[in-house]
């Protein structure tokens, strides 16, 4: 997995003990989605990530939504989608990176206002209701031959570096290799999704990326479970 770089865009002249001080009194650290989507594909994205101070909202929101207002509504039928949600997070507030940021923030980060995530305390998005239902529906064209399979998990990974869309996360538990499991989903999903759409499918283990998939995604509803 790539790692995420955001650059930071109105803390000039803050020491980290004064930003430490301003989310204390309520600040928040913000990113802002934009999508735009020319005919053949789609690009959704964040913006650099801006100091809001405690009780208001800012107008940080305005260009990203006026950009995907304009332009990301033209890819049938991931622009649409992708357009829709990028405004509706805008209009709630935005994205609160808060604590992945300052997990991350260092004096040297904060003077190059480019905070590069090694450490994330959040990994994981929730997928759209019609992503997780597609999904579902993909896994559960696989079951049938994979009884040994117990959970799975879905995702939307958002720790993407900086160009490249968050992509969705399949993650599955089962006592056997999830190898042969994973080659017959992909060609289950792509029943329904383009070859351009990203999936990456893990085993439930006990690696960090799994843990945060179970915390952080959904459960799917499986023939088994």
Same mark, same amino acid.
């Given at each position: 997995m790539?790692?995420?770089?955001?650059?930071?865009?109105?803390?000039?002249?803050?020491?980290?003990?004064?930003?430490?001080?301003?989310?204390?009194?309520g600040?928040k650290?913000?990113?802002?989605?934009?999508?735009?989507?020319?005919?053949?594909? &789609? %690009?959704?994205?964040v913006?650099?990530?801006? !100091?809001?101070?405690?009780?208001?909202?800012? $107008?940080?929101w =305005? #260009?990203?939504t006026?950009?995907?207002?304009?332009?990301?509504?033209?890819?049938?039928?991931?622009?649409?989608?992708?357009?829709?949600?990028?405004?509706k997070?805008?209009?709630?507030?935005?994205?609160?990176?808060?604590?992945?940021i300052?997990?991350?923030?260092?004096?040297?980060?904060?003077a190059?206002? &480019? %905070?590069?995530?090694?450490?994330?305390?959040? !990994?994981?998005?929730?997928?759209?209701?019609? $992503?997780?239902? =597609? #999904?579902?529906k993909?896994?559960?064209?696989?079951?049938?031959?994979y009884?040994?399979?117990?959970?799975?998990?879905?995702?939307r990974?958002?720790?993407?570096?900086?160009?490249?869309?968050?992509?969705?996360?399949?993650?599955i538990?089962?006592?056997?290799?999830?190898d042969?499991f994973?080659?017959?989903?992909?060609?289950?999903?792509?029943?329904?999704?383009?070859?351009?759409?990203?999936?990456?499918?893990?085993a439930?283990?006990?690696?960090?990326l799994?843990?945060?998939?179970?915390?952080?995604?959904?459960?799917?509803?499986?023939?088994?479970?």
């Amino acid at each position: 997995m790539s790692i995420m770089k955001y650059r930071l865009a109105n803390l000039e002249g803050f020491t980290i003990g004064q930003l430490e001080q301003e989310i204390a009194q309520g600040g928040k650290l913000i990113t802002y989605a934009w999508t735009i989507s020319p005919i053949a594909f &789609t %690009v959704r994205n964040v913006t650099s990530v801006y !100091l809001v101070p405690p009780g208001k909202k800012g $107008n940080h929101w =305005l #260009i990203p939504t006026i950009i995907t207002g304009l332009f990301g509504w033209w890819s049938i039928p991931n622009g649409f989608i992708n357009a829709l949600q990028s405004i509706k997070v805008n209009l709630s507030g935005g994205l609160d990176i808060t604590g992945d940021i300052m997990a991350n923030l260092d004096e040297a980060s904060l003077a190059t206002k &480019t %905070v590069e995530f090694k450490v994330a305390q959040g !990994l994981f998005g929730k997928a759209t209701e019609r $992503n997780r239902t =597609l #999904i579902t529906k993909a896994v559960n064209r696989t079951m049938p031959h994979y009884r040994e399979v117990d959970e799975v998990y879905l995702g939307r990974y958002i720790n993407t570096q900086e160009g490249e869309q968050p992509f969705h996360v399949i993650g599955i538990r089962s006592v056997e290799p999830i190898d042969q499991f994973r080659g017959s989903l992909l060609m289950n999903l792509r029943k329904d999704y383009y070859k351009h759409v990203r999936f990456e499918i893990i085993a439930l283990d006990s690696s960090e990326l799994a843990i945060k998939l179970v915390e952080q995604g959904d459960r799917l509803k499986i023939l088994s479970s």
